[in-house]
């Protein structure tokens, strides 16, 4: 097997999962593709060293999240624009999923890539960790904090989805 | 309450796989390709004359670096193909374009991890044994165990300057990098 076999391969089987995870860490799907995409371009410049790593999905998610956290800092004065990009791709959202989105966004970004890695990647308290670089107490008190934060509104929006719920985010 | 997490998240998940469109992987690998050869283009630019065609041919090739034989025989520019060894940065490219390092030598290096002090110590002791060989009329290379050796012992650009490195044993340059002698008392051994 070629090492661009070898890529595009590892490229299929964890591409869109990473899409996935890193759409939920932003509320940004455009960005979480640009991101990602930008990931595995970087990967594929070190692919015969990443490809040996324990686990590279880890490192491009990390780099991918790395991207997006930058994207936002250049972005500060672009914040308008940012926005209007962000209430343009809820619309494609149904309403409880754009609570669950506009609630993620109201957490601290700490505590929502510690929600998004345990809840949606399905990773271990220490495995959040070791990715985060973080000690192991203050993974479980972002997760602690993050889940008392959200429940109300995933709780109501699981239930039955509130109107009122739909409307605040609409006006944020 | 971590079901509702999951569901939840998974419901995102599954917008995301609905609405998201991703570039080939084949794309992909093209763009990551034209990075790494606008940058080693960039590393060529800082170079002149006959090293800067050497550094522009080391940007087609996308295998590294090559340099110019001196005793092989073959062509200058020939390519060495070294699939799935290390990607030399800009800075080591530029060190390198400007020592004498053969194919044979060339394949080994880069399979090493070097650091850029590593590969500058190693372009001045390509120099000096050239230096050396050249008032001798020999023609003799430095070996694969040197060159371990070197990058091993982790010697100075100043210690192998003033080693007069080319005659020394595997044995002796480790000998010497135990010793931690000065680049004076080297001086002096290498005379």
Redesign the interface.
């Known amino acids: 097997m070629t090492k661009a076999d070898d890529f595009d391969i590892f490229y299929a089987a964890t591409s869109r999962r990473l899409v996935r995870q890193i759409f939920a860490m932003t509320g940004d799907l455009s960005e979480a593709e640009d991101a990602v995409q930008e990931a595995y371009i970087r990967a594929w410049r070190r692919w015969p060293r990443i490809r040996n790593y324990e686990d590279p999905e880890a490192w491009l998610r990390v780099v991918a999240y790395r991207i997006t956290v930058n994207s936002w800092h250049k972005a500060r004065n672009r914040l308008t624009a940012h926005r209007a990009g962000r209430q343009r791709e809820l619309a494609g959202l149904s309403p409880d999923l754009v609570a669950l989105v506009s609630a993620l966004r109201k957490i601290p970004e700490t505590q929502r890539r510690a929600i998004v890695l345990r809840y949606l990647a399905g990773l271990s308290v220490e495995e959040i960790a070791h990715e985060t670089g973080a000690p192991i107490g203050t993974v479980k008190a972002r997760l602690a904090r993050g889940r008392r934060a959200l429940a109300p509104l995933v709780s109501e929006s699981d239930d039955s989805p509130q109107p009122g719920v739909a409307i605040a985010v609409a006006h944020e | 309450?971590?079901e509702?997490?999951?569901?939840?998240?998974?419901?995102?998940?599954g917008?995301?796989?609905r609405?998201?469109?991703?570039?080939p992987?084949?794309a992909?690998?093209g763009?990551?390709?034209r990075?790494?050869l606008r940058r080693r283009g960039g590393a060529a630019a800082l170079l002149g004359g006959g090293a800067l065609a050497i550094a522009i041919s080391l940007g087609v090739t996308n295998t590294g670096v090559v340099m110019p034989a001196r005793s092989t025989g073959s062509s200058s520019t020939e390519s060495v193909p070294s699939?799935?060894?290390?990607?030399l940065t800009a800075d080591q490219t530029t060190v390198l374009a400007k020592a004498h390092v053969t194919e044979a030598n060339l394949a080994v290096l880069k399979k090493m991890h070097l650091t850029p002090l590593q590969i500058k110590a190693l372009g001045v002791a390509y120099r000096t044994a050239q230096q050396i060989a050249g008032a001798g009329g020999s023609d003799e290379q430095l070996t694969v165990a040197q060159i371990a050796s070197v990058v091993k012992a982790k010697l100075t650009v100043a210690q192998l300057a003033a080693l007069g490195y080319a005659n020394m044993t595997v044995a002796q340059i480790e000998a010497i990098a135990k010793a931690d002698l000065t680049a004076a008392q080297l001086a002096a051994l290498g005379g």
Do not use: E
């Open positions: 309450m971590p509702t997490f999951s569901t939840q998240l998974a419901g995102l998940a917008y995301a796989d609405n998201a469109s991703l570039a992987a084949a992909l690998r763009r990551g390709n990075r790494t699939p799935g060894s290390v990607q």
